[in-house]
């Protein structure tokens, strides 16, 4: 089976734009949740999902914001980036709470 | 809320020596509580995790750690490191309730000396 996919694995985007990342979760995983990885910092929850609808929210701005579709896939949507926002996004998939499977990551770049 | 606290942010050993990785959280409910391992470039893997029951839970690549709920950690322990334990790892808690929210530490990274 695969495991949890993301696309793109690295993007460059300039200030100011607008990205859109996308997950698949392992099959049959009906709850996906996306974390930040700022470099050389541990990841930060931004979002749950569970049969697509919001279960948990981080703290991060409006400018964030993620949704779940039909086949539990998601994506997360960032408005109007900042340099801040450069960071690996994580997305993990996962049956219930006994643990969650992570994707590789896009590497996201703000120049 | 959660938080967690790693008391090392870097922990150099010798291979072939034993290891200790520690993790304190802090939770107003019960909790479960995780270790997972990064690789260079890579995501997230499991390596072990607490939700009830014993205390002393045992993962992949001989790894092991202890719940202690009134010291309040999860350390994470090996009694023989290789070269490739070489990685940074991180605690992380959930609420019992909540689901996959993970809480992580800002990480600790272990490098195996030959």
């Known amino acids: 089976d695969a495991g949890v996919t993301q696309s793109p694995t690295h993007l460059i985007k300039t200030r100011g734009q607008h990205v859109t990342l996308r997950c698949s979760p392992i099959s049959g995983h009906k709850s996906v949740s996306w974390y930040q990885q700022v470099l050389g910092q541990g990841p930060q929850f931004i979002f749950q999902?569970?049969?697509?609808?919001?279960?948990g929210r981080g703290n991060f701005p409006d400018r964030f914001s993620a949704r779940q579709f039909p086949n539990y896939s998601s994506e997360l949507n960032v408005n109007a980036l900042l340099l801040g926002d450069s960071a690996l996004y994580l997305c993990?998939?996962?049956?219930?709470?006994?643990?969650?499977?992570f994707g590789q990551g896009t590497r996201l770049t703000v120049v | 809320a959660q938080s967690v606290t790693q008391l090392d942010s870097q922990v150099p050993v010798f291979e072939e020596a034993p290891v200790e990785l520690r993790c304190n959280y802090s939770?107003?409910?019960?909790?479960?509580l995780f270790w997972y391992v990064q690789y260079p470039n890579q995501g997230l893997q499991l390596l072990l995790k607490y939700l009830s029951g014993s205390t002393l839970v045992k993962g992949i690549n001989g790894f092991e750690a202890e719940f202690n709920k009134s010291q309040t950690s999860f350390h994470l322990r090996k009694p023989s490191v290789h070269i490739s334990d070489t990685a940074e790892y991180f605690c992380a808690v959930s609420g019992s309730n909540t689901g996959n929210q993970f809480y992580f530490g800002t990480g600790t990274s272990l490098t195996v000396i030959p």
């Open positions: 999902y569970y049969e697509k609808e919001e279960r």
């Open positions: 939770s107003s409910v019960s909790v479960y």
């Open positions: 993990a998939s996962s049956l219930g709470p006994q643990g969650a499977f």
